[in-house]
């Protein structure tokens, strides 16, 4: 029996009407775990009641048991210290070095004294291959290096979960590739579970070990499973297409 | 000596023995072991890792030897996935916080500012430029956009406006008239709010409102555009954003100066005329009082102020926002440079006018 870690049961995602409804799945400990589906099909609405930053509009969230919404204050934090976040855009902190990036949690929340601190935050660094550029700013380095320093920072404070929200937009495919291979790396050695948004065909078949799709048509979730399963024996014609690269449409 | 790590290595549990055993490892030397317990490991997380590379690179460094037990190999793990040799200096020390000698600080204050002021002559050149290019070509001009910022920084201000131009007539008339009451000329009162607002005051303390309204938009939307790399996206669709995102500003704001500098004259002399009301003096005397003491001149001259504050807010604030730089507090400190660059020329050309209007007896 694997341990699972997140339980998503009967959630409506949407803003204040649904987007998408009657979600459920789980998330076993160690995978690489992705949610696909088409633009605006509501991929980042889940993930931000995942991640406790919108209440689901209906259904519960459990992260390693705990609740973001509707709990008391100590349950909520102790649910949030479960897991990192790296946004679509990086959002580290354009006045920080990268150093001083990772380190703002470790500041936050442990009382490691000062050498320790930067020793943890140089370490995430080269976790992630950066260590040479600890110095820099956000703005002197690559997209692909910002990726890299933000999930350095979600990493900091050593959560048992990581999320990513397309953290392949805007990448080459080398560059892609890398950041694929440094999150196989993150879940083999960290041990931490891995939840990523993408459409990144490349990438779901590199390190996905299951996926779920949503359908903007439909507004549920249509298939659950490893991305080679769906590929090859989906009914529905959306999967199919959607992992066969087709126009749903063909004119 | 011994050291053995608990079974969670998280930060909370590792910063305590950060700080209780670091100490004494210091004095450990050549020939001294240190019996490092780590097998009673289950999880390591990040701090316990930093913990187990800092033992071994000061043993490195200072000579002794470690005596590991490493049940799970949680030791071996991390070693081989952070080399030693790779954390050889004190981290504390190889990033200093960014702190510069004051002699350095006041240094770069100075060519700072002298880049500001560069940076703005180079604006008002390239304003300038735009502007005699309208003048051939006006339809050039964004005309909607000027209209927009017009009503925005102009009629969007009128209730501010109004509300302190009364209040400060009230103010004003209420303290003379305390004093020249006692001389028994508070009709007075009449002739020093006319002045003061006409000449003076009304067009100072509407152009002080326009600096913290519509100055600090300015730059704050003109610098967010910068750092969402939409003015360069305009520079590169071969639109000057001198001439698109600046001049309907300046002109809006110019614009809107007088106006607003009328309208706050207005107020202040209808409080002028409350606090008569209140001790006595028949309004129409009050308001004789006031026909008398304006003259065109002061009129015209409060107007020409206030059409300059205008220009000024406008510039400056444009120029700050064109000169932000690529980050969020950058945005903020362009709009505060806005606003408090806009009051120090204001105040500036308010004493050259004194002394220019002055010399030429107007
Ligand atoms: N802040 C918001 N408020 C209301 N609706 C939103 C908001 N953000 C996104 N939406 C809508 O929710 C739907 C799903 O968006 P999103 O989850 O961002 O899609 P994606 O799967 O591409 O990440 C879209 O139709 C979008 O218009
Ligand atoms: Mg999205």
Not at chain 2, 22 to 43: C, F, I, K, N, Q
Not at chain 2, 114 to 138: D, K, N, S
Not at chain 2, 179 to 190: C, N, P, S
């Amino acid at each position: 029996m694997r341990e699972v870690v997140i339980t998503v049961r009967d959630v409506d995602a949407g803003y204040t009407t649904p987007v998408i409804r009657g979600i459920s799945f789980d998330v076993y400990a160690g995978e690489i775990f992705v949610i696909l589906g088409g633009s605006g099909c509501g991929k980042s609405t889940l993930l931000k009641h995942m991640i406790g930053l919108n209440p689901p509009l209906a259904g519960e969230i459990r992260l390693m048991g705990d609740r973001l919404f509707g709990v008391p204050q100590e349950e909520r934090l102790r649910a949030l210290r479960h897991f990192g976040v790296t946004y679509q855009s990086g959002a580290l902190f354009g006045s920080m070095t990268l150093l001083e990036n990772v380190c703002v949690p470790l500041d936050s929340f442990t009382d490691l004294p000062r050498e320790a601190r930067y020793l943890v935050a140089e370490m995430k660094l080269e976790l992630v291959g950066l260590k040479e550029y600890a110095d820099y700013f956000p703005s002197d380095i690559s997209g692909g290096m910002r990726k890299r320093a933000a999930i350095a920072r979600a990493m900091a404070l050593d959560p048992r979960i990581l999320f990513l929200d397309e953290p392949s937009a805007g990448l080459d495919p080398v560059t892609s590739a890398e950041l694929d291979r440094l999150i196989l790396h993150l879940r083999d050695t960290q041990g931490v579970t891995v939840v990523m948004v993408t459409h990144e065909l490349a990438s779901i078949f590199a390190i996905a070990d299951r996926c779920v799709m949503l359908d903007k048509q439909e507004q549920r979730l249509i298939a659950t499973g490893s991305p080679a399963e769906l590929r090859d024996h989906s009914e529905l014609p959306a999967v199919r297409a959607f992992f066969n690269r087709e126009a749903k449409n063909p004119s | 000596m011994e050291i053995s790590l608990p079974e969670t290595c998280s930060a909370a549990a590792v910063a305590g023995l950060w700080r209780s055993a670091l100490p004494a490892v210091a004095r450990l030397g050549r020939g001294d072991t240190l019996e490092l317990d780590a097998g009673a490991v289950g999880s390591c997380g990040g701090a316990g890792e930093a913990l187990i590379v800092e033992l071994y690179r000061r043993s490195a460094r200072q000579g002794f030897d470690i005596a590991c037990r490493d049940g799970r190999g949680v030791v071996a793990r991390t070693l081989e996935l952070f080399a030693v040799g790779n954390f050889a200096e004190d981290p504390a020390m190889t990033h200093p916080p960014r702190k510069t000698a004051t002699a350095v600080q006041v240094g770069e204050a100075v060519v700072g500012i002298w880049q500001t002021i560069c940076e703005q002559m180079a604006f008002l050149g390239e304003a300038t430029v735009a502007t005699a290019t309208l003048l051939f070509r006006p339809r050039r001009l964004r005309l909607r956009d000027t209209l927009l910022h017009f009503e925005r920084a102009g009629i969007d201000a009128l209730p501010i406006t109004l509300l302190i131009g009364f209040l400060f007539g009230l103010i004003v008339a209420f303290m003379a008239a305390a004093t020249m009451r006692q001389f028994g000329v508070e009709v007075y009162v009449a002739d020093l709010i006319s002045i003061g607002l006409f000449r003076e005051l009304g067009a100072l303390i509407t152009a002080i409102i326009l600096a913290g309204r519509s100055g600090s938009a300015f730059a704050a939307e003109i610098g967010t555009m910068k750092v969402n790399e939409e003015v360069d996206a305009l520079e590169t669709l071969g639109l000057p954003p001198v001439t698109f995102l600046a001049l309907p500003r300046v002109f809006a704001a110019t614009l809107a100066m007088p106006l607003l500098t009328i309208f706050a004259i207005g107020a202040g002399l209808l409080g002028g005329a409350v606090v008569m009301a209140a001790l006595g003096l028949p309004s129409t005397v009050y308001w004789n009082r006031i026909i008398k003491a304006t003259t065109l001149n002061n009129v015209l001259l409060g107007l020409f102020k206030a059409a300059v504050f205008g220009l000024l807010v406008g510039l400056v604030g444009c120029a700050q926002g064109l000169q932000t730089g690529r980050t969020a507090d950058a945005v903020g400190r362009a709009a505060t440079a806005a606003v408090v660059g806009s009051l120090v020329l204001i105040t500036i050309f308010d004493g050259l006018f004194a002394v220019l209007f002055h010399v030429l007896g107007i």
